[in-house]
């Protein structure tokens, strides 16, 4: 197995239950592909640098993973299909960061 993070940014209109529910189906799918999902880190909504899809801002979210090729090819297919996410990226690490991003940090404290 490999370490993998992806990182998705979904549309600026939808309620925090929706990313969750988008997260959560992605989980899914990464187990059925024998992965697991071991961390996820919510960067909140944030102003992009350009329009993307009639979108001024977007809710980041990155997911950390240990799987397979395989796995984080079905899961970039799913993202491409999903209307609510509108960019995604997909690089392998060699160690997953358990410590949380300046990102992360900041949409914290704006909390």
């Keep these: 197995m490999a370490f993998y993070e992806s990182i998705f940014i979904a ?3 939808l309620a925090e239950s929706d990313i969750k529910k988008t997260i ?3 989980k899914e799918i990464l187990e059925k ?3 697991k999902l071991i961390d996820t880190e919510s ?3 944030r102003n992009l640098a350009y329009k993307i ?3 001024k801002k977007g809710h980041y979210v990155v997911l950390k993973i ?3 090729g395989n796995a984080i090819h079905e899961l970039e297919r799913n993202m491409r299909i999903d209307e609510n996410i509108i960019r995604y ?3 392998k690490t060699k160690e997953i960061n358990k410590e949380p991003s300046i ?3 900041k949409s914290e404290e704006n909390k």
């Design 89 to 91: 990226l997909s690089i």
């Design 24 to 26: 959560s189906d992605l």
């Design 66 to 68: 240990d799987g397979n």
């Design 103 to 105: 990102l992360s940090k």
């Design 11 to 13: 549309r600026q209109e």
């Design 53 to 55: 899809e009639k979108n």
């Design 43 to 45: 960067w909140g909504l």
């Design 33 to 35: 592909n024998n992965s």
